[in-house]
Structures are given as structure tokens and as C-alpha cells.
């Protein structure tokens, strides 16, 4: 059953990259498995599945101690400051930085471990007030605030769309999102590349894969309904 879930969307995928005359290799599929047990990312992990992204701090470092270490974990959620140190090791990616606070404290956390850490801008396209991120009009200035972090590589951007039923109507903050980082990249800012436009969830992935993601996070698809009694 999981391994049809993941062949299913990896078959969407792959399809709206035709739609678009992409290549599917551009598109990482990030599993996300927050709330999920670890026999069920184990499963995932048999069968091939190596990228997983994470909301929380604690089932990060839960889940990085219980499985294989060639899994790559992506911090996908709201990341506050205090809890940064927990996880800065054990991330190849944090999808969620919005603010140069927060990247001041993720500078410092990489420099004591002697690593860089590899972060993304979270981008708060549609301007929802129940979500992080930053406006769209803030985000240059932030990228030339963070560049000068030794520790830091900017390596693209991620908003999180709202929630509707029709995914057509989240194209349009995809569109911008991906322009944002086109005219970003353009500037050539050292430290700064934008390689990584990580957009689409389950219910409008196939719409930001068209629009030019080149991360989707896709959960519920993947996993089935999250069971959040267990959280």
C-alpha cells in the first residue's frame, strides 16, 4: 500500500514535469512523515526512500537516532531559536527560516560544530496571517543580511500555499514565489544560490511542479491521513 502511495505521486510527478517540458530529476520528493511512526518511515526507507521531512525538533532527533544515517532529514516546520542546537547536525536542509534572528542563531550553532548549514527562505507568498514567513517584498533585503554568514548558504526559497480545493488557484503565489528567486539568483549574491524552489504539498504539488518546484512535500499522499492523537 505505501510503496503504490509513493509510486503514485512519484508517477504525478513525473507527468506534470512532462506537461512542462522538465526533466523529473529537478523534482525531489520529500516524504513527510511527522506524527508517523518509525516502522512506517522504515518501511518507506526499504523500498528506497532516503529524503524525510520533519515538523517538529524532537521527532528529528528521535527518528535521526532510530534510522539509518544516509536518510536525509529536512526540517520543514516553524524552527524557534532555542531549539536550533538539537538539530543543526542532523539536517541537510531547513526549509523554514524567516528571519535574520533566527539565522543569526543557526550561524552560531553551525560555526561551533564547524559545518555549513544549508537553509532556505520561507517566503509567506499569499500573506495568510496563521502562517510564518516573510513577505515578499522583505525577502531581498533578508538574503543580503544573511549572505554575509560565514556559516550559512542560502540555497533557495519555500512558502507553504493555503489550502483549497481547487490547486489552480494556488498557482499564481507558486508563479511568484519562482520569479522571486529568478530575479534573486540574477543579482549573484556570494553565498546566495537559488538551486531550490521547495512548493506544493498534497493536494497542489502537481500544479507547483508545473510552476517550476523543484521540492515538493507531500505527507498525507504519501502516508495517508496524519494520525495527530499520537503527537
Not at 510503496?3 to 512542462?20: D, L, S, T
Not at 480545493?165 to 540574477?186: T, W
Not at 512548493?199 to 502516508?223: C, I, K, P, Q, S
Amino acid at each position: 500500500m505505501l510503496q503504490e502511495n509513493f509510486r503514485q505521486v512519484e508517477e504525478n510527478i513525473r507527468k506534470a514535469c512532462e506537461r512542462a517540458g522538465r526533466d523529473p530529476k529537478e523534482v525531489t520528493l520529500i516524504a513527510v512523515s511527522k506524527t508517523k511512526p518509525v516502522e512506517m518511515l522504515r518501511e518507506a526507507y526499504d523500498f528506497g526512500t532516503r529524503v524525510f521531512g520533519e515538523n517538529k525538533v524532537q521527532e528529528i532527533v528521535e527518528k535521526y537516532e532510530a534510522l539509518p544515517k544516509d536518510i536525509h532529514w529536512h526540517m520543514i516546520g516553524h524552527l524557534q531559536r532555542n531549539k536550533v542546537k538539537y538539530i543543526i547536525d542532523k539536517v541537510d536542509l531547513i526549509h523554514s527560516v524567516d528571519s535574520v534572528r533566527l539565522a543569526e542563531t543557526i550561524e552560531k550553532e553551525a560555526a561551533k560544530h564547524g559545518l555549513t548549514a544549508n537553509i532556505l527562505l520561507e517566503v509567506n507568498v499569499a500573506e495568510e496571517e496563521s502562517k510564518f514567513g516573510l513577505k515578499v517584498n522583505e525577502v531581498e533585503q533578508v538574503v543580503d543580511e544573511i549572505a554575509k554568514f560565514s556559516h550559512i548558504k542560502v540555497c533557495g526559497l519555500m512558502t507553504i500555499a493555503p489550502f483549497v480545493e481547487n490547486p489552480e488557484e494556488n498557482r499564481p503565489y507558486f508563479r511568484c514565489l519562482r520569479n522571486l528567486s529568478v530575479d534573486i539568483g540574477a543579482k549573484k549574491v556570494d553565498n546566495v544560490t537559488m538551486s531550490i524552489l521547495s512548493m506544493g504539498m498534497t493536494n497542489d504539488y502537481e500544479v507547483a511542479v508545473e510552476e517550476g518546484a523543484t521540492m515538493v512535500r507531500v505527507g498525507t499522499g504519501l502516508f495517508g491521513a496524519r494520525n495527530y492523537a499520537l503527537s
